[in-house]
């Protein structure tokens, strides 16, 4: 079914080739940093899956150029608060002492699609540690990026989005929207006194697996594609299809910058 909405979809075959072009023509170029948010079935049918699309990226940026994208795996988090699908309150215990501690190498993403999940694979990708938000990074800077990744306030200071930002990098959006631009979580820790939330994932403590509890941010995704509808009514933000999927092409820090100022200027205890 999948694959015969996509074909459905396209207007054309989708190649490594055409999608290198289309990425070029959105102004991705070597030696950049950027991450990516996509999803496979809004690009159309294309030839070789997500392998093609990872492929695709690689080889416009080239060595010289870094490639992230968020690999998280949401199912490692405090189980009291789940909803997709929730389950019996008999069981939260059971889940806390019994969930494998994260490992960066085999833990899969969880509602991340086919592309990140591929690419968090690939030969060469690193991957940070943190067991619910972890980002993976191929390339010149990839180590810089997933290093010393919090385990408190992972989308914050210390977390790769704030390398990320350091360094300039950019942001495609592929076939998604705003709410899926996990930047924009990095400027909700930089609003002053953000309501903030306790969660808990299992870990390594001197060789030993725990249950441990950590502050995070109370993050409000549903307000990003708002602030994104703001963002490019007055910034610039690039806009094209990477196949035939609607995609767009911004810079991190002037997102981050945008969306800090907006969430300080709506917050959200003034109703």
């Not at 889940?95 to 190498?105: C, E, G, L, Q, T």
């Not at 963002?231 to 806009?239: D, Q």
Request: negative net charge; proline residues 6%; charged residues 25%.
């Amino acid at each position: 079914m999948f694959e015969q909405q996509a074909i459905l979809r396209s207007n054309k075959l989708v190649t490594v080739e055409t999608l290198a072009d289309d990425l070029r023509r959105l102004g991705l170029r070597a030696g950049q940093t950027v991450i990516v948010h996509s999803s496979l079935s809004r690009i159309g049918w294309v030839c070789g899956g997500p392998v093609a699309v990872v492929q695709a990226l690689l080889d416009v940026l080239t060595d010289e150029g870094t490639l992230v994208m968020p690999t998280h795996s949401g199912d490692y988090s405090e189980p009291s608060k789940w909803q997709l699908p929730p389950v019996p309150e008999s069981w939260w215990e059971g889940i806390r002492a019994s969930m494998p501690v994260f490992d960066p190498r085999v833990t899969p993403t969880r509602g991340m699609g086919a592309i990140p999940e591929c690419f968090r694979t690939w030969p060469g990708t690193l991957r940070s540690d943190h067991p619910a938000l972890s980002f993976a990074a191929r390339g010149k800077h990839a180590q810089t990026i997933t290093m010393d990744h919090s385990l408190s306030y992972a989308l914050g200071e210390c977390s790769p989005l704030a390398r990320l930002y350091d360094l300039g990098a950019k942001a495609l959006l592929i076939g998604v929207g705003y709410d899926s631009n996990t930047s924009f979580h990095l400027a909700e820790n930089r609003v002053p006194n953000a309501p903030e939330t306790i969660e808990g994932a299992p870990v390594l403590a001197d060789g030993k697996r725990e249950w441990r509890e950590y502050r995070e941010i109370d993050f409000d995704t549903d307000r990003f594609e708002e602030i994104g509808a703001a963002f490019e009514s007055e910034r610039t933000v690039v806009k094209g299809k990477i196949g035939v999927a609607e995609s767009r092409f911004f810079d991190v820090r002037e997102g981050v910058d945008y969306a800090r100022d907006w969430l300080f200027e709506h917050k959200r205890s003034e109703g």
